[in-house]
């Protein structure tokens, strides 16, 4: 009995050193992406080369009355154009939405039931783009269903830590945004592979078929979320916000704006990135065509993923000797990173045709770099910031953000064709770069400000 009396309590489950629910989060984060990731890394491609032209684009239920809209704000658009343009108004949508959906967790259905309705509205919307017919009721679906479901998942990451926890937010944010990248690797490739074998439908359908698995393991993981994590509507009164709250808003207001142009930089590499290695990229291995959907995030999300735990040790070191950058740095080193990237493919495109595919590699390797230290980074501080009661709403602010730089990408790729690609890639890098100058002008007072606000 007394040696019974020693024995030590059970440690607590954690994930890799976090909470245990952050693991479900995760992978239902991941199993997300590989759809979406893998669905978006055809659909530009898809709608160039085949949905929009003739003998297809007849079959689409409501597009001649889409077109006309499109048409009536932008003038006559030819096929590129036209695709361009409705891939940027789809991520951009999707990205515009998780504002409605945050109201709607924060004031209405709470945060775990708006994941699943959002889960099942987005496998009804992948399975959906296996028909040409059902096109564009598809990409409604899939808008609303990341709505509700993209920002309330962010949230619930960051209600698993303390307040003043700003440390383990982030180490956390870092393993949410590494299960996103993995995702982001495998669905290019797995359905970027099947649409060049099979055809783009069976693509299509495979993203659907992950994305009920991304339900599936977020139902899985109910008991281990909290009521806090759950993300149950605030039921108490809601007191004012002081004018610390509402300076501390409005600094990150500012910090979003900044992010966008290394957003619109970012994001290029899924819309007319994809357009511009199909045509003048060798991707030929042996008698075996690399996929060009292989190019659409895949390497930058694998990088992403590969150098967090390099960053979480240079962050470390860097803060033992009082040099770790502030958040705002860290935010302006992506946008740099972006500027970086585009102007290897500027240089490639203005030396060489064909370009070897270690250009675009390069590209998506430092991409991927600027991605780690940029989004999760964001994500953290608003988490961090934001006053308790509109955290979601400026979660999905966040991704608004996401609307605002896709939006601009559909229409910056259609100048492409009335560019040369050296000067197209240039402009890129350029708009990345003027990111950065804000984020490294504005570092000081804005971290003043969320130094006031005390966390």
Not at 196 to 211: D, P, R, S
Not at 265 to 273: D, V
Not at 335 to 351: E, F, G, K, M, T
Request: proline share 4%.
């Amino acid at each position: 009995m007394a040696a019974l009396d020693t024995i030590a309590p059970p440690r607590a489950r954690t994930f890799f050193g976090q909470p245990p629910a952050l693991g479900f989060l995760a992978f239902t984060e991941a199993w997300e992406r590989f759809s979406y990731y893998g669905m978006t890394s055809l659909l530009v491609l898809y709608m160039s080369q085949a949905l929009f032209m003739p003998g297809h684009v007849g079959h689409i239920a409501g597009f001649a009355a889409f077109r006309a809209g499109l048409e009536a704000v932008f003038g006559k658009m030819s096929t590129l154009a036209l695709a361009s343009q409705t891939y940027g108004l789809y991520t951009g949508f999707v990205y515009l939405t998780p504002v409605l959906g945050g109201l709607i967790a924060d004031r209405l259905i709470g945060r775990r039931n708006a994941v699943v309705a959002g889960a099942v509205l987005m496998s009804g919307g992948h399975i959906a783009m296996a028909f040409d017919q059902s096109f564009l009721i598809a990409l409604f679906l899939l808008i609303t269903g990341c709505g509700l479901l993209k920002g309330n998942i962010s949230t619930q990451v960051g209600q698993l830590y303390a307040e003043d926890d700003a440390a383990g937010r982030t180490r956390g944010f870092s393993i949410f945004s590494m299960a996103i990248n993995v995702g982001a690797v495998a669905g290019p490739l797995t359905c970027g592979l099947l649409a060049q074998l099979y055809g783009w439908h069976v693509g299509f359908g495979l993203a659907g078929a992950l994305m009920l698995i991304a339900l599936a393991t977020y139902l899985a993981g109910y008991r281990y979320l909290t009521e806090s994590a759950r993300g149950a509507a605030v039921r108490e009164p809601a007191a004012p916000l002081d004018a610390r709250q509402k300076r501390a808003i409005a600094a990150l207001l500012v910090v979003m704006a900044i992010t966008i142009p290394h957003s619109i930089a970012f994001y290029q590499n899924t819309n007319i990135g994809l357009i511009w290695i199909n045509a003048h990229v060798d991707l030929m291995a042996g008698h075996f065509r690399m996929p060009t959907a292989w190019f659409g995030g895949a390497m930058d999300s694998f990088i992403s993923i590969a150098c967090v735990p390099f960053l979480f040790a240079l962050w470390r070191f860097q803060g033992r000797h009082g040099g770790e950058p502030g958040e705002i740095a860290k935010i302006g080193i992506g946008a740099a990173l972006a500027a970086i990237a585009n102007l290897v493919l500027a240089v490639s495109a203005a030396l060489f045709d064909p370009v070897s595919p270690l250009v675009p590699a390069a590209y998506e390797i430092i991409l991927g770099v600027a991605f780690i230290w940029q989004w999760p980074t964001l994500l953290a501080l608003v988490s961090r910031v934001a006053p308790q009661r509109l955290k979601s709403t400026l979660m999905g602010v966040a991704f608004l953000t996401l609307f605002v730089s896709n939006t601009i990408i559909g229409r910056i790729g259609a100048l492409y064709e009335h560019m040369s690609p050296a000067q197209f890639w240039t402009m890129n890098a350029g708009i990345a770069a003027s990111g950065a100058v804000l984020a490294f002008l504005l570092r000081k007072p804005l971290g003043r400000l969320f130094a006031e606000d005390g966390k």
